[in-house]
């Protein structure tokens, strides 16, 4: 089975990426999505993401006729659906997962579907998304026959596979690792295996359709309790008077214990998401994965606090200053370290509340953005340089930039990662 012409449905973080590095592979692409404006950026050989190279890679495969956009789906030989599972809204939908969006992309190349096709599911989902993407598929095309009712026999060929790469180094990641191959049958993933192999020099690994997608929940889900763990630790080392950081480095020199960063919190469209997608599908049993949840989620708070107590002893310091004088400066805005990525960023949320209450003294230096988000509008945004000017000194993403700055002398500090620890 080869195939000439692949389509690729949703051109976000992911969809847009695999598509360019599909059609650098020489195979033709059409990239799907229901955002004309990022369809007209992208036909125009431009990207309307950040991801570092990705430009150059888009611009090359448009300019060469290799990659074209559109929003509405054609006739292809294989479908990806890289589009977004986010939690259902409204009262009862919190933190279940929200289908729709495959359910619309679904729906909206079952028309083009013919047989010998490959339908794969790339997004992050609970588990028996396939399946249920699969009946959506049937139920629109009575005329063909799908591997759920009509096993190896049947004209479409449907699978799961996963995206495990990491923002800021996705081109690399995508060829590079590992891909975990769920098809409903074993000739759709052998489907599978074929169209990645295109382009990706990790192994393909097969499994069923159900436990490609726990593996992906599994993946996200361990880091988080990892990470829930470092930050509980540091709110225990705070306690007891013990630089976490530290103890973090002692303790990794065992040679069975990798113990993750703490910080002000776990952020991203990800990690702080997609344990839910366990917690949902099984309540009662995922107690250590929503302890871990509630854990990261109130690591903000706890800075946020931090902070208050900063203020409290520069204030008790400084007798003749009022609280409306403090001027307190945070470093970083972004979810992570050297990226300008603001979405579900603890240091984003922190600096939101700091800024309602303690009202026009408080900055964010933030190398990788040049204009504040609408919500930050009483907070202003200084260079590096004109840090010093800080009373209290907040640090909450580990920017290179930070890191080649000595420890402010003068100022109280609340270092939420460990960029001027001591040691
Ligand atoms: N973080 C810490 N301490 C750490 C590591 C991370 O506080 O030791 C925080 C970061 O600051 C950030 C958050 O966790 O706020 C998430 O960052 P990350 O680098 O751990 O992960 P993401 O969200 O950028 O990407 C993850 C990756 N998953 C894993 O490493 C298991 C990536 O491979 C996935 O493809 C991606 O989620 C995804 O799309 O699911």
Redesign the pocket.
């Known amino acids: 089975m080869t195939f000439k012409t692949i389509s690729v449905i949703g051109l976000g973080y992911i969809g847009l990426p695999t598509a360019a590095v599909l059609a650098s592979r020489k195979i033709k692409v059409i990239g799907v999505d229901v955002n004309q404006k990022a369809v007209d950026i992208i036909n125009s050989g431009q990207i309307h993401i950040v991801e570092p190279d990705l430009d150059i890679v888009v611009h090359a495969a448009v300019t060469e006729g290799y990659l074209r956009a559109t929003i509405r789906p054609e006739p292809a030989d294989a479908f990806l659906i890289a589009v977004p599972t986010p939690f259902k809204s409204g009262p009862t939908g919190d933190h279940e997962p929200d289908l729709s969006y495959i359910e619309s992309a679904s729906r909206s190349i079952a028309p083009v579907l013919k047989k010998g096709d490959l339908v794969i599911l790339e997004s992050?989902s609970p588990v028996g998304a396939t399946e249920q993407m699969a009946d959506w598929l049937a139920e629109a095309r009575p005329d063909l026959s799908f591997p759920q009712i009509n096993g190896e026999e049947s004209d479409i060929r449907v699978a799961y596979c996963p995206?495990?790469?990491?923002?800021g180094q996705v081109l690399r990641e995508l060829i590079q690792n590992d891909r975990v191959i769920g098809g409903v049958t074993q000739k759709c993933s052998a489907a599978a295996i074929e169209l990645y192999k295109n382009f990706v020099l990790g192994d393909c690994i097969v499994t069923n359709a159900r436990t490609a997608e726990m593996c992906k929940l599994t993946?996200?889900s361990?880091?988080d309790v990892n990470?829930a763990f470092?930050n509980e630790l540091s709110i225990i080392a705070d306690k007891l008077k013990i630089d976490v950081w530290e103890l973090i480095r002692l303790a990794n020199r065992h040679p069975r214990v990798k113990i993750?960063?703490?910080?002000p919190g776990?952020?991203?469209h990800?990690?702080a998401v997609?344990p839910w997608f366990i917690v949902s599908s099984a309540p009662v049993e995922s107690k250590l994965i929503k302890t871990a949840r509630a854990v990261n989620d109130s690591k903000p708070s706890w800075i946020i606090y931090k902070v208050d107590e900063a203020v409290a002893s520069y204030l008790k310091e400084n007798s003749k200053e009022s609280i409306e004088g403090v001027r307190i400066v945070c470093y970083g805005l972004a979810?992570?370290a050297n990226i300008d990525d603001l979405r579900e960023s603890?240091a984003l949320e922190i600096v939101r509340q700091l800024s309602s209450k303690y009202s026009k003294k408080v900055y964010v230096v933030e190398p990788n953005i040049n204009v504040l988000p609408s919500t930050l509008s009483s907070v202003e945004l200084v260079a590096l340089e004109d840090a010093q000017l800080g009373d209290i000194h907040v640090m909450l993403v580990d920017h290179d930039e930070f890191k080649r700055i000595p420890r402010p002398v003068g100022g109280y500090v609340v270092d939420g990662r460990g960029v001027w620890s001591a040691n």
């Not at 995206?163 to 923002?167: I, N, S």
């Not at 993750?260 to 910080?263: D, E, F, H, I, K």
Request: with cysteine.
């Open positions: 992050t995206e495990r790469v990491l923002p993946e996200n361990f880091r990470i470092a993750l960063q703490p910080g776990v952020g991203g990800c990690i997609d979810f992570k603890p």
